[in-house]
DNA sequence: CTGAAAGCGCTTACAG
DNA sequence: CTGAAAGCGCTTACAG
């Protein structure tokens, strides 16, 4: 069964009779054995949780199952609290290959996923490790940071604020530097002060709003580095009757459901997840199926598109 | 290593030392090949891209991976397009047992599942199928929306509208049937047309918004089956000029995320996912791990609760 | 082209 | 308490 060409036409049909007859199926523990292959990779994300990550599981998992693999799950949380060791999934023949989609790992998990005997297996998606020299899938987050200040720029804004994703993250730390950058390109102003820290997520938008409602020099427009803190900002500013666009323009990167349906809908970056995930199985699985050959595609970086939805709009001078 | 418990301290000593100087992993292909255990379950979900199961799925992993199991994912979708049988998981010895959060399986499908061999070890989660003998786990979806309608009333609501999930729908009609169950006890009119049809999504909220300002006797209140319909519902109503609590007071059911962030904040009935993806998670391991022991709890119904926040208010009576 | 044998790495029962 | 043997169900190489 597993070369059905290679043997007569009389016996073939033998053999897919009896099949049908007796209902037989594989078992793949036998063979998963025996080939020595796991045939299931595991994603790893830092937080199952998070939405965030949804759109970017259903497209590894495509993948996957058009190649007749299975997808395995676990966050990073867990699999630290329940003390078994990331490396264990490789090692064991759970799994043939990892996807990890946090790059905000202990460097002690890293190493040992560095000389892990199949760290060729594993590849990051979304983030990264900065340093490392595993393969990786990502989004122009540079080149959407450009395109998200210059369309504040071209709506008129000259005084453009920053609500960082956490410290220490790759994605925050690369869209922060491009924001800078972008800022000096333009000759904007750039008061340190309208950097505000942050962490991706809605909260971190309110606390980001309080922040920037007790400004006196007040930016005009602000870019949040993600969609989850755009949205917050907006409804702590609603709560306390600010209005956006009217009194600031604020933007998101991500373009999450949720941003067409918020009330202002959110002007965003938008990342095609599904794409980046089917793009991280794709070069996942060609390493595992053919491991000898010298693979090249070491990082793939993703195009990006502006949104441009209701929250932002020309500033208001008379008000700012 | 199996049963370190047997041996002399000496020789249990012995072993362990020898592992860690090999560096020893144990192989779970050939464990799983010989106890006939895949130590691992599979989680179905009618589409991956969609946040809401994100939550029952990290409270499914949680309690597998303290128990040793992995989590496989597969969505309906796309085990049906692939061409594999959702079935085969169980039969190939993939997975010892499967989380269903899909009450929407063809009958065809449902049948193959209630015939085949490991058919014990299916359990339904969130939702269900009518009619098949399954066990499952679920919400109080009733007198959740008891909860619901009794909230609006008190608030001194008497028309009363709610918007459907999707027909067929387990939770849809459940929902539904105790909306009107509950107008009946309390006496409340209700009209045909204040029952719009919808299917949990954002954009079905927005037509739904629509069937709202087009009819000439509007209810004060709506219920609507999911948190993503009322956000929907709301955003619309905000484009044609009409506030939430002002003109009408909007609630959903789930409480998901971002209810609590939008503008204005919703009023939901709560699910606590993480403990309902805990409970599936353990009722399952319970009958793969003993699976001679007669279990009698056959359906766990968890509580849901009434979260107050700022889209139902008193009704606005000189405005309706 | 066909059939029988060996072996993947475990666990379990059994003999000592 | 210890050690050696059998076997889970496949795939792969090998002999016919």
Request: with cysteine; glycine share 6%; aromatic share 8%.
């Amino acid at each position: 069964m597993s070369h059905p060409n290679i043997v007569s036409t009389s016996t073939k049909d033998r053999v897919f009779d009896a099949v049908k007859l007796t209902g037989y199926r594989i078992n793949r523990a036998a063979r998963n054995l025996r080939t020595q292959r796991a045939h299931s990779i595991l994603v790893l994300l830092p937080d199952l949780a998070n939405p965030f990550f949804s759109n970017i599981l259903e497209g590894i998992s495509r993948y996957l199952s058009s190649k007749g693999y299975s997808m395995l799950i676990a966050s990073t949380n867990q699999v630290h609290t329940s003390g078994e060791l990331l490396v264990d999934y490789l090692d064991d023949a759970r799994a043939d290959g990892m996807i990890i989609l946090d790059g905000g790992l202990d460097a002690e998990v890293v190493k040992s996923l560095e000389k892990a005997s199949k760290a060729k297996f594993i590849l990051f998606a979304c983030e990264w490790i900065e340093g490392a020299n595993f393969p990786s899938v990502r989004s122009e987050n540079e080149e959407g940071t450009r395109k998200a200040v210059k369309h504040l720029h071209s709506l008129g804004h000259r005084k453009v604020g920053h609500v960082t994703g956490p410290k220490n993250n790759v994605l925050a730390q690369a869209r922060k530097d491009a924001f800078i950058c972008e800022l000096k390109t333009l000759k904007l102003e750039l008061k340190s002060q309208w950097i505000i820290s942050g962490d991706f997520s809605l909260a971190a938008g309110c606390i980001a709003a309080q922040a920037w409602i007790a400004l006196d020099d007040r930016p005009t427009a602000v870019f949040c580095a993600s969609d989850q803190l755009a949205l917050g900002f907006i409804a702590e500013l609603s709560r306390h009757d600010y209005n956006v666009p009217y009194h600031v323009s604020v933007m998101g990167f991500d373009d999450i459901d949720f941003s067409e349906q918020y009330i202002p809908s959110l002007t965003s970056i938008r990342q095609d997840r599904l794409f980046l995930g089917e793009t991280a199985a794709s070069m996942l699985m060609q390493r595992i199926e053919s491991p000898d050959k010298d693979i090249h595609d070491h990082t793939a970086i993703l195009p990006v598109s502006l949104v441009i939805r209701e929250s932002t709009a020309p500033p208001n001078l008379e008000k700012c």
